[in-house]
């Protein structure tokens, strides 16, 4: 079984209203770890890398907590797509 460890420095979201934030924050760590607990990547993590910068596709926002879940879960797919060695 290997191990992940992942570190974000900074995440700044400019123009997003307080709630929004929580919500897209707390989409995004609940994907991230529902994409790297994934078996079938696990192996490709086994070997240590680095990323410095992902760079995303746009993504839809829909205002509200709601919205924000559901934008930080997009975000935090993307990504895992783009972060698989």
Same mark, same amino acid.
């Given at each position: 079984?290997?191990?992940?460890?992942?570190?974000?420095?900074?995440?700044?979201?400019?123009?997003?209203?307080?709630?929004?934030?929580?919500? !897209?924050?707390?989409?995004?760590?609940?994907?991230?770890? #529902?994409?790297?607990?994934?078996?079938? /990547? =696990? @192996?490709?993590?086994? &070997?240590?890398?680095?990323?410095?910068?992902?760079?995303?596709?746009? !993504?839809?926002?829909?205002?509200?907590?709601?919205?924000? #879940?559901?934008?930080?879960?997009?975000? /935090? =797919? @993307?990504?895992?797509? &783009?972060?698989?060695?």
């Amino acid at each position: 079984m290997s191990r992940i460890r992942l570190s974000i420095g900074e995440v700044v979201l400019r123009g997003f209203e307080p709630g929004d934030r929580a919500a !897209l924050l707390q989409g995004l760590e609940d994907e991230l770890r #529902r994409v790297l607990a994934d078996p079938a /990547g =696990r @192996a490709a993590w086994a &070997r240590s890398h680095r990323t410095p910068v992902v760079k995303l596709p746009r !993504l839809p926002f829909t205002p509200g907590p709601s919205g924000g #879940r559901r934008f930080g879960v997009q975000m /935090g =797919r @993307a990504i895992g797509e &783009r972060l698989k060695p």
